[in-house]
């Protein structure tokens, strides 16, 4: 009777385990998919000539910070995933055109590449560990550590939106859908 006490208690303590990281896989996909949509919002918001745009010389144009961005969505996700950038090592942001036709491409690819590469990953995937910076971390957080580099530079644009004068007052969050930020934005 212990046996099949600890058997079943065993079972249910795998079951949960393999769903909680499923869970967290679903849910990584869908954080990735929103984030796409909303960078594409940013990029369809800055006029074509914006795209040059710098707010001080020494900073990055608004093209620059969004190849910059699709960089690290190749890097965090390729050294997670184990699969080939594409564009081997070239950079992005060094050899892409900063029109608004071909960094909003380069940019779209690059978080297709990046969904791309969580959905062929399984749980237990997510959990093994890889060498990234140095440092041994789980693929998953180095997923998410590419997910914070990209909210970090899409956040940086915000700026830049605002000094070419787009309105960028919806905060897009998983409380408010997309006709609800169109209805807010007056771009």
Not at 36 to 52: N, Q, R, V, W
Not at 142 to 148: D, M
């Amino acid at each position: 009777m212990k046996r099949l006490t600890l058997l079943f208690t065993l079972m249910i303590t795998v079951f949960t385990c393999a769903s909680v990281y499923a869970q967290s896989n679903a849910q990584m996909l869908a954080d990735w998919q929103r984030a796409k949509a909303y960078t594409k919002e940013y990029l369809d918001a800055m006029p074509e000539d914006g795209y040059s745009f710098k707010p001080t010389p020494e900073m990055r144009s608004f093209a620059g910070q969004m190849l910059h961005l699709a960089d690290g969505n190749y890097g965090f996700l390729g050294a997670a995933s184990g699969k080939a950038n594409p564009l081997g090592k070239v950079s992005v942001e060094k050899t892409i055109p900063q029109t608004k036709e071909a960094t909003t491409k380069a940019v779209m690819d690059s978080y297709d590449f990046a969904i791309s590469a969580i959905q062929g990953m399984t749980p237990a995937q997510l959990q093994e560990s890889a060498k990234f910076a140095g440092q041994d971390l789980t693929k998953a957080t180095i997923i998410n550590k590419g997910f914070e580099h990209q909210t970090h530079h899409r956040g940086q644009t915000v700026a830049y939106l605002r000094l070419k004068g787009r309105n960028t007052t919806c905060r897009k969050t998983i409380l408010k859908n997309t006709q609800e930020c169109k209805k807010e934005a007056l771009l």
